[in-house]
């Protein structure tokens, strides 16, 4: 698996959540990883994008201020601390390689090539 994504769960409105992907080749080879869900009957959006060189963050409008997205180069991992979580947060989550994505356009899906299997984050009363 070239990408594995992990630490879904459900939570509470308020609670936390830490996600993970852990890549199987050097994350510094590709121009940057990004983490996208898509929630029942949407579809897929960016949710925050790291360049590899972390010089570049993104992050939807709709996340901002409650998840912090990083990356550990030296154990290919990139996680994503999802804080505040609301119900709209609910989706199946995914982490995603770029090879080439340019840093002003970090949530353009199309330019990204490798995805993970997909975590569930349920929000929930």
């Known amino acids: 698996v070239q990408l594995q994504a992990s630490g879904g769960g459900s939570v509470r409105p308020g609670g936390s959540l830490r996600l993970s992907c852990t890549a199987g080749?050097?994350?510094?080879?590709?121009?940057?990883i990004g983490w996208f869900r898509q929630a029942p009957g949407k579809e897929r959006e960016a949710v925050s994008c790291i360049s590899s060189s972390a010089g570049t963050i993104y992050y939807a409008d709709s996340v901002k201020g409650r998840f912090t997205i990083s990356s550990d180069l030296a154990k290919n991992t990139v996680s994503l601390q999802m804080n505040s979580l609301k119900l709209e947060d609910t989706a199946v989550y995914y982490c995603?390689?770029?090879?080439?994505?340019?840093?002003?356009?970090?949530?353009?899906?199309?330019?990204?090539?490798?995805w993970g299997q997909g975590t569930l984050v349920t929000v929930s009363s």
């Open positions: 995603a390689a770029s090879p080439s994505v340019i840093s002003s356009n970090l949530a353009s899906q199309t330019a990204y090539k490798t």
């Open positions: 080749f050097n994350v510094v080879d590709y121009a940057a």
